[in-house]
């Protein structure tokens, strides 16, 4: 059945999670999966912003038609909820709310307690709500998918320029999907004569391309299986518009880029209104038609992590924090790990599931264009002036969270400068949260540190609880407008925010540790006369600006730990130094910053091992003479961070525990 605002839902209860598990006096939680069908009017100015909305198949009555799938957790016992909606945008369909605040084992079908982790979200009464926004997504491993119109000129295929890039992790790769992912939709090539297309190779992405001779290379996959009469493996070549195969295998420590045509685009840009129809229902909609009805919902919440906090950035750029009525959608959002980027989504011919541009991964794709900040700002390169936030009465609260390998591979420093590197103030609806010598990714209940294709073993700075207060904080926000903590982030004016050369002066000489030749820098880059209609025509882009915008980065200490931001208790009471960037290793693009990885590099443990290996850096012994001292150290930081509102108090056990054994559920250390 259709609704007043064309969103109907066709969703199942699934019974209870957790085996009816209470938590606290909130109680047992329902779990609801299903889908939501909306029907859009292409022609009201709030939905004109979607690129080839003229496009898009039209139903009987005029309107565009796509389906979303949800995923609702909500209190058995409707009364006793908060009134509150906390939305995961869901990182590429996945489902990480549980994961990061509740310190759950990571699940895309949460079912078991163990999927509940510390109950935090649930004791507070929230109603969870995930809901599909990306489009090209496949089914699979429970992801949140969506069906999306595909645009076409009055029954005609629309064609455009597209670039895939391929990066081996493992030798003896052959084939790829041309969007570079198993989980994701490929635009198809217009035709299988590879004469149509360039594949090329390089080291570094500044290094000139190779190119492939097109008879080396298929359109094509290789499908394997056992033969019959004892024949053993088989395998079978089948022409593919969808997939690239290479025999000779893509070599790792290099660079493939495609560049080919395709046609059936999907309307990407739908799913920014996915989300927009869907919160705007269930906060205001009254009736038996909201499946949330009951909960008389008054504020709502979104959180995204990297590539959805990227999302979040977008759309409240674009404006799709106000509905079709003119109503606040959001109340406050969480974007954490975003960087200086938005979304590559309202485009035609997008690719969303890749990540934003790295100093060596997908370098220059579209996402980070400016404006970078809430703040307005000028560009100095174009000369234009704009902001991400730029409409007071629908813009909702922000917290936006970053670590450090934001400010080494995603710019972050644009976020709080303008593009000559001058602090910008933020507007009062904003604040900046720096996560001092964290890494991107920071599973709560990660182990010891590994290495994979990097010269270091990964950051295992532990930082889920800054997410409990954060929410905590946003709520006492949003309700009684109770200011949350002043934005921490380094500043230019201070010299907490340096230059590339200031920073290398500053890190330790540590034996054996090699260091970043720079950050992620970002060069103005030209993509074509019809980029901000979402057409990119230019491809790979032409550099307009060679050095480009300022990208900064956080000033250290002597151990080579960030000096400002908020700071874990792992963090102000050290065992190592903890970065936000890692090298890759020989072999896969060595000396280039690795993904979003940051580095643990241990301290010496006593003063022999110090002056044995000439390390700059004080010993553990020297620090805290043995493990009683390093765990006053570590309550004395977290009781400051709990008294400066950056942790809950339920949380100090939690880092205790953490801690015991010298936090040897991470570290190494032999005392």
């Known amino acids: 059945m259709t609704m007043v605002n064309d969103v109907s839902f066709d969703l199942e209860n699934y019974g209870l ?8 006096n909130v109680g047992a939680y329902e779990i609801l999966k299903g889908w939501a069908h909306h029907t859009i009017d292409p022609q009201l100015d709030a939905n004109k912003t979607v690129v080839d909305i003229e496009y898009s198949p039209l139903n009987d009555k005029g309107k565009v038609e796509f389906s979303a799938e949800i995923f609702i957790l909500r209190p058995q016992n409707q009364g006793r909820g908060n009134q509150r909606i906390f939305f995961d945008y869901g990182n590429r369909g996945n489902k990480r709310a549980l994961q990061y605040f509740n310190d759950a084992v990571a699940s895309n079908d949460p079912q078991t307690l163990n999927h509940c982790g510390n109950g935090f979200l649930f004791r507070r009464g929230y109603t969870v709500v995930w809901g599909a926004w990306q489009g090209d997504l496949l089914t699979g491993n429970n992801r949140l998918t969506m069906r999306l119109p595909v645009a076409s000129r009055g029954g005609s295929k629309i064609t455009g320029t597209v670039l895939s890039e391929f990066i081996a992790t493992a030798s003896g790769q052959k084939t790829f999907p041309l969007s570079g992912q198993i989980s994701t939709r490929s635009h198809p090539t217009v035709s299988l004569n590879t004469d149509s297309a360039t594949l090329t190779r390089r080291r570094y992405p500044e290094d000139e391309r190779q190119v492939i001779s097109n008879e080396k290379w298929l359109f094509a996959r290789e499908e394997g299986g056992v033969g019959k009469d004892f024949q053993g493996v088989e395998t079978a070549l089948i022409q593919s518009d969808s997939h690239i195969h290479l025999p000779g295998t893509f070599e790792t420590g290099w660079i493939y880029e495609l560049i ?14 996915a989300v927009r129809d869907l919160i705007s229902f269930l906060k205001y909609t009254k009736g038996t038609s909201n499946p949330l009805a009951e909960l008389k919902i008054e504020k709502v919440y979104g959180f995204g992590r990297s590539q959805t906090g990227r999302c979040i950035r977008d759309s409240i750029y674009l404006g799709f924090n106000k509905d079709i009525l003119g109503r606040k959608v959001f109340d406050g959002v969480l974007s954490h790990v975003a960087g200086a980027g938005k979304m590559w989504l309202n485009h ?6 890749v990540p934003a541009g790295q100093q060596y991964e997908d370098h220059n ?34 917290f936006h969270s970053q670590t ?14 303008d593009t000559l590197g001058n602090d910008l103030i933020m507007p009062s609806n904003v604040r900046l949260y720096f996560w001092a010598s964290a890494q991107h990714v920071g599973d709560p209940l990660q182990g010891k540190a590994k290495k994979g294709v ?8 532990q930082t889920s609880m800054f997410f409990r207060a954060m929410l905590d904080a946003m709520d006492a926000w949003a309700t009684q407008g109770e200011a949350p903590p002043e934005s921490q982030v380094p500043k230019a004016h201070d010299g907490t925010l340096v230059s590339m050369e200031v920073w290398r002066n500053q890190f330790p000489k540590i034996p054996g540790i090699a260091l970043p030749r720079e950050p992620n820098l970002l060069p103005l880059y030209y993509y074509g006369p019809q980029t901000e209609k979402g057409i990119i025509e230019q491809l790979p882009p032409t550099v307009q600006d060679n050095a480009g915008y300022m990208v900064m980065v956080p000033a250290v200490d002597n151990d080579g730990n960030d000096v400002a931001g908020i700071r874990a208790p792992m963090v102000s009471t050290p065992l190592a130094t903890y970065t936000g960037w890692n090298l890759r290793d020989r072999f896969f693009g060595e000396g280039a910053m690795h993904e979003f990885s940051g580095s643990t590099i241990d301290f010496p443990e006593t003063n022999e091992n110090r002056y044995a290996t000439g390390d700059p850096r004080a010993s553990i012994k020297e620090r805290y003479i043995d493990e009683a001292g390093y765990l006053k ?29 010298w936090c040897s559920s991470r570290h190494d250390i032999r005392l």
């Not at 995603?410 to 709080?416: A, E, N, Q």
């Not at 990097?454 to 700075?461: G, I």
């Not at 570590?634 to 054994?661: P, V």
Request: aromatic letters at 8%; one cysteine or more.
């Open 17 to 24: 999670l957790a085996n009816g598990h209470v938590f606290g």
């Open 260 to 273: 080919y045509t395709a046609n059936d685009p999907l309307i990407m840009g739908l799913g920014h209104v």
């Open 348 to 353: 035609r011919f997008c690719n969303a599931v």
């Open 365 to 398: 794709n579209i996402a980070d264009q400016f404006p970078f900040s809430y703040a307005n700002s000028q560009n100095h390169l174009t000369g234009k002036s704009d902001s991400i936030c730029k409409r007071p009465a629908t813009d909702p609260l922000i």
């Open 404 to 417: 450090a390998t934001e400010y080494w591979q995603r710019r972050g420093s644009l976020v709080h400068t």
């Open 454 to 461: 990097c010269q270091n073993p990964s950051n295992v700075v």
């Open 633 to 661: 150290a570590i309550e004395r930081a977290a009781q400051i961070l709990i008294k400066g509102r950056w942790i809950l108090e339920e949380d100090l056990f939690r880092t205790l525990e953490l801690s015991k054994h």
